[in-house]
């Protein structure tokens, strides 16, 4: 092969390939949080006792498993706005596909933390005469946290790679702006191994922070 | 004869069509010791469980100091939450398992139900805890986890942890039946040092040995109803039922 590599297009224009990694970035911690609020009020809904509480959580959980998640950025962007008739804007749409997707694994995985706890503590919390809130904030949560906390991790790494579906809404996001900076110089090799690389480098940060929060996060055990 | 403390009417029992409580009816008056025995899957536990609500009934009522727990209205009983808490505040209870809370220390363990449930406040809470952990024996675990201990010790956390909470009964379901040999000694001996307290207690065990002395009435539990109810030497000694007599035989020789 005579290809001859030139990242010269690629350097002038990455003041571009900047801003589409600081809108990943952006997404993805917004979608992050936005999901865990999601998800809490799942599980809360999931393991109520009340049956018209529960069934929509867990048939919410079962549809958004078993979809494709390129699904619900379109859905949101092409066909919500036909219900609500208002057009949604490109970032608000992706946000709320991705915050709902999150959240339906969320709850799953807080959901699996709790129901992870051996029925004897709460038993022995019940004996005490605690309510079940209490006994759930005292004694189920604090010992469930540490059992989310890898899937989470998981999870949340998922969610931080299928934001560059966003950029089929035209988000500017890294992977939109890549589209764009190749479009201009017409040098994909370039241009998509430079985003790669600053994928990968943004993964690996993250993961490096994640192993930080996990160490603190399960200390007692 | 004192006034019961606590009364059973009529209680039944089932999981699904299992039907494990089949009808009873009992008393148990302050400072009396009942020893629970019979053979494994009988409903000693569920009986135990009954008491402190862990367990709906599925029929009968359950009377504490002269109240009946549960709310009726037009014929239905319901059993609010609020009120099952303040029934298990007056009925503790200590498990086979122990139950401790592994992410807390010992003294967190026994602190939990006074600040949570009661609201005392932190240092009121860790004053008392000190005092139950001294009664038990572990002045020297209060900053170790649960993890940490033997069987034994954890144990003994467990009975202070309920003892905190000035339990007017409690109840023991097996509490040494996970322990090593060597190890059930130093929890019946805090057991036994609750009975000379003169404490209400209800204890469900195959340590037929340790429930003679303990016990001032022992119960043989058959057939989802008390089959013999008598004075340890009425129920341990001279059984008339032949029941019980063979379910003692099957103990073999135990010492007394
Ligand atoms: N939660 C439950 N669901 C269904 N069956 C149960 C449950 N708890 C106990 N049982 C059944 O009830 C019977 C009595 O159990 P238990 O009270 O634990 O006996 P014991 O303590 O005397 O060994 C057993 O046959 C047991 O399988
Ligand atoms: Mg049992």
């Known amino acids: 092969m005579d290809y001859s590599w030139d990242f010269g297009p690629v350097i002038a224009r990455f003041d571009m390939l900047a801003i589409g990694f600081l809108?990943?970035?952006?997404?993805?911690?917004?979608?992050?949080?936005?999901?865990?609020?999601?998800?809490?009020?799942?599980?809360?809904?999931?393991?109520?006792?009340r049956k018209w509480l529960s069934w929509p959580a867990a048939i919410f959980i079962e549809f958004y498993r078993n979809t494709p998640p390129i699904v619900h950025f379109f859905w949101f962007f092409y066909a919500l706005p036909v219900l609500l008739s208002v057009s949604l804007d490109p970032?608000?749409?992706?946000?709320?596909?991705?915050?709902?997707?999150?959240?339906?694994?969320?709850?799953?995985?807080?959901?699996?933390?709790?129901?992870?706890?051996?029925?004897?503590?709460?038993?022995?919390?019940?004996?005490?005469?605690?309510?079940?809130?209490?006994?759930?904030?005292?004694?189920?949560?604090?010992?469930?946290?540490?059992?989310?906390?890898?899937?989470?991790?998981?999870?949340?790494?998922?969610?931080?790679?299928?934001?560059?579906?966003?950029?089929?809404?035209?988000y500017a996001d890294l992977l939109y702006q890549a589209m764009m900076v190749n479009a201009e110089t017409f040098r994909p090799l370039e241009v998509y191994t430079t985003i790669a690389l600053m994928y990968l480098v943004l993964l690996v940060t993250a993961s490096q922070?994640?192993?930080?929060a996990e160490a603190r996060l399960t200390a007692y055990q | 004869m004192q006034k019961p403390i606590l009364e059973i009417k009529g209680l039944h029992k089932r999981?699904?069509?299992?039907?494990?409580?089949?009808g009873i009816d009992f008393s148990v008056a302050a400072g009396e010791r009942i020893a629970i025995i019979g053979g494994s899957g009988s409903g000693k536990s569920t009986f135990l469980r009954c008491m402190n609500f862990m367990e709906t009934l599925s029929e009968g009522e359950i009377w504490l100091d002269g109240k009946r727990i549960g709310t009726e209205r037009n014929g239905q009983v319901t059993y609010p939450e609020r009120q099952l808490c303040a029934v298990r505040e007056r009925v503790g209870m200590v498990f086979q398992q122990f139950n401790l809370f592994p992410h807390m220390t010992v003294l967190q363990n026994v602190m939990e139900g006074l600040v949570t449930v009661k609201g005392m406040a932190r240092e009121q809470a860790r004053e008392i805890a000190l005092q139950e952990l001294d009664k038990v024996g572990l002045s020297e675990k209060v900053d170790a986890w649960p993890g940490r201990l033997s069987g034994g010790q954890q144990q003994r956390v467990a009975i202070a942890r309920a003892l905190s909470m000035k339990p007017e009964i409690l109840l023991f379901d097996e509490p040494t039946s996970s322990l090593d040999p060597e190890l059930v000694g130093e929890v019946l001996r805090v057991i036994n040092h609750l009975a000379e307290e003169g404490r209400t207690m209800l204890l469900?065990?195959?340590?037929?040995?340790?429930?003679?002395?303990?016990?001032?009435?022992?119960?043989?539990?058959?057939?989802?109803?008390?089959?013999?109810?008598?004075?340890?030497?009425?129920?341990?000694?001279?059984?008339?039922?032949?029941?019980?007599?063979?379910?003692?035989r099957r103990f073999g020789e135990f010492a007394f």
Do not use: C
């Not at chain 1, 209490?134 to 991790?153: D, N, W």
């Not at chain 2, 999981?15 to 089949?22: A, E, P, T």
């Open chain 2, 204 to 248: 469900v065990t195959h340590e037929l040995g340790f429930a003679y002395h303990f016990a001032t009435k022992v119960i043989f539990l058959a057939d989802g109803v008390f089959h013999e109810v008598g004075t340890p030497d009425e129920v341990l000694k001279n059984p008339r039922q032949a029941r019980t007599q063979e379910f003692l």
């Open chain 1, 23 to 49: 809108n990943t970035i952006k997404i993805a911690i917004v979608s992050i949080l936005l999901g865990v609020v999601v998800g809490l009020v799942l599980v809360l809904m999931r393991l109520s006792p």
């Open chain 1, 209 to 212: 922070l994640a192993r930080l």
């Open chain 1, 91 to 170: 970032y608000v749409a992706a946000v709320l596909a991705l915050s709902t997707q999150s959240g339906a694994f969320y709850a799953e995985v807080f959901r699996g933390g709790i129901v992870s706890i051996e029925r004897g503590q709460w038993e022995g919390a019940r004996a005490l005469g605690m309510t079940h809130a209490a006994l759930m904030r005292r004694i189920i949560v604090p010992q469930a946290i540490s059992r989310m906390v890898p899937p989470f991790i998981e999870r949340s790494f998922e969610l931080l790679k299928t934001t560059a579906l966003a950029s089929t809404l035209a």
């Open chain 2, 15 to 22: 999981f699904g069509d299992h039907h494990v409580l089949r």
